[in-house]
């Protein structure tokens, strides 16, 4: 599996409009717990649906985009967070270390 990396609001909004499943990841490269949250995801996601969309976004770089993410998601910002989202909509958040593949994998059951 690879990350998409998240750059625009236009992703964003393509996201919203997608049918099926998708996931974000919001990374600070600056924290250690959010890379650990990020290694641990990664060492299990081989287990998500291959056709599943993964995209990374780095909230160091793209700020306004974790905002817009927040905002049109309906969620609070925090920091690592995985939001998983189906037809636009958010139906999981998970931060810190919540982060699993298992709990996404028990929504998507």
């Not at 996931?23 to 998500?48: G, P, Q, V």
């Not at 291959?50 to 925090?78: C, G, P, T, W």
Request: proline share 2%.
């Amino acid at each position: 599996m690879e990350w998409i990396l998240l750059e625009t609001a236009d992703q964003i909004d393509n996201i919203k409009q997608q049918q099926g499943y998708s996931l974000i990841f919001k990374h600070s490269t600056r924290c250690s717990i959010s890379m650990m949250a990020k290694r641990r995801f990664e060492m299990d996601w081989e287990n998500l649906p291959a056709d599943m969309s993964l995209y990374f976004l780095d909230l160091i770089k793209h700020r306004d985009l974790s905002n817009k993410v927040a905002q049109d998601f309906l969620v609070y910002h925090e920091s690592p967070q995985l939001l998983l989202i189906k037809d636009g909509e958010c139906i999981l958040d998970q931060s810190h270390g919540g982060i699993s593949v298992d709990e996404t994998m028990s929504v998507l059951a």
